[in-house]
C-alpha cells in the first residue's frame, strides 16, 4: 500500500515559460546567441557568466574598472 502524501505546495517563483518571455520584449530579443550553436540558442546569464544548454559554451563577465 502506498500512503498519499497530500497536496503539493505551491511555488512561490515564476514558471519558466513566462521567464522565457521576459527576454522577448517589445518584439525584440534581449540577450547573446551562442558563438557555437549560432541563431536561436540563447545564453543564459549567471550573473558572474553566461553559458549555452546546449553546447556547454560558457564567458566570464570581467568587472570593467
Known amino acids: 500500500m502506498v500512503k498519499e502524501k497530500g497536496k503539493k505546495p505551491h511555488s512561490k517563483t515564476k514558471h519558466k515559460s513566462i521567464k522565457m518571455w521576459e527576454k522577448y520584449k ?3 530579443i534581449h540577450g547573446r546567441w551562442c ?3 549560432g541563431a536561436g540558442v ?5 550573473g558572474d557568466r ?3 544548454g546546449r553546447c556547454h559554451y560558457s564567458e ?4 570593467k574598472e
Not at 566570464?60 to 568587472?63: F, H, L, N, P, T
Open 26 to 28: 517589445e518584439g525584440k
Open 35 to 37: 558563438p557555437r550553436c
Open 50 to 52: 553566461v553559458t549555452c
Open 60 to 63: 566570464i563577465k570581467v568587472e
Open 42 to 46: 540563447l545564453l543564459a546569464d549567471h
